[in-house]
Antibody
Framework: QLLESGGDLVRPGGSLRLSCVASGFTFSKHAMSWVRQAPGKGLEWVSS????????YYADSVKGRFTVSRDNSKNTLYLQMSSLRSEDTAVYYC???????????????WGQGSLVTVSS | KFTLTQPHSVSGSLGQTVTISCTRSGDNIASNYVQWYQHRPGSAPTCVMY?????PPGVPDRFSGSIDMSSSSASLTISGLKAEDEADYYC??????????FGGGTRLTVV
C-alpha cells in the first residue's frame, strides 16, 4: 500500500514537500517514482529513484526545482518541490516499480494521490 | 526522445470488443516493453498489462496486449466489454535516456 500526503495550496514560487509511506512490501528493494496528473490532462512522469536512493531521474519540466529522496528506515518516499509554478498544479501519485533499479520501468502499485495547487 | 500516441477516445457497447492503439514514434515499438494502465476517476491507476502482453494477477483474460512491429504500435484489446471497463487507459514505455514515457491517454466509453 502507498499513501501520499503533504499536498496543499501554495503560492507561485513557493515550496512544498510530499511524502509517500509504503507498507506491505520491502520498501528498499523497489525503485519508486512520482507521476502527476494536471486537471484535465494525462499522466506525466515526474521523477524516479532506485531502491538504494543513489540514482535519481527527473523530467525536464521539473529538473533543478524538484528533488526526490527516500528514507528506507521509515519506508517513505519524498518529493521536495520548490520554485513552484501554476503548471505544477496536479494530483501527485507515488508508484512502485517491481525492480530495485530504474530500468525497464513499470509500476505495479500506485497510491491514491495528493493534490498540489499552485495559485496566488 | 520517442513519443507514444494514443487516440483520444474509443467507445464500445456492452459485450463488444474494443482495441486501443499506442504508436511509438522515434524508434521501434519492439525496442522496449509497453505497459498499459487503467485509471478510473478518483482512483489510483492500476496496471492491466505489462511487458507487451503479460496480465498482472487479478486482471481478467478479457484484456490482452499485442505489438505490431510493422506499424510500430502496441494494442490493448478488451473483449466482452463491461460497464466497469469505462476508464482512461494509458500506455507507457521507456528507453535508455527516458526512464518513463506515457502516452496521452484514451478515454474508453462503454455505451
Amino acid at each position: 500500500q502507498l499513501l501520499e500526503s503533504g499536498g496543499d495550496l501554495v503560492r507561485p514560487g513557493g515550496s512544498l514537500r510530499l511524502s509517500c509511506v509504503a507498507s506491505g512490501f520491502t520498501f528498499s528493494k523497489h525503485a519508486m517514482s512520482w507521476v502527476r496528473q494536471a486537471p484535465g490532462k494525462g499522466l506525466e512522469w515526474v521523477s524516479s529513484l532506485s531502491g538504494s536512493g543513489d540514482t535519481t531521474y527527473y523530467a525536464d519540466s521539473v529538473k533543478g526545482r524538484f528533488t526526490v529522496s527516500r528514507d528506507n528506515s521509515k519506508n517513505t518516499l519524498y518529493l521536495q518541490m520548490s520554485s513552484l509554478r501554476s503548471e505544477d498544479t496536479a494530483v501527485y501519485y507515488c508508484a512502485k516499480d517491481p525492480m530495485i533499479v530504474v530500468v525497464m520501468s513499470r509500476f505495479d502499485s500506485w497510491g491514491q494521490g495528493s493534490l498540489v495547487t499552485v495559485s496566488s | 526522445k520517442f513519443t507514444l500516441t494514443q487516440p483520444h477516445s474509443v467507445s464500445g457497447s456492452l459485450g463488444q470488443t474494443v482495441t486501443i492503439s499506442c504508436t511509438r514514434s522515434g524508434d521501434n515499438i519492439a525496442s522496449n516493453y509497453v505497459q498499459w494502465y487503467q485509471h478510473r476517476p478518483g482512483s489510483a491507476p492500476t496496471c492491466v498489462m505489462y511487458e507487451d502482453r503479460q496480465r498482472p494477477p487479478g486482471v481478467p483474460d478479457r484484456f490482452s496486449g499485442s505489438i505490431d512491429m510493422s506499424s510500430s504500435s502496441a494494442s490493448l484489446t478488451i473483449s466482452g466489454l463491461k460497464a466497469e471497463d469505462e476508464a482512461d487507459y494509458y500506455c507507457q514505455s521507456y528507453d535508455s535516456n527516458n526512464p518513463v514515457v506515457f502516452g496521452g491517454g484514451t478515454r474508453l466509453t462503454v455505451v
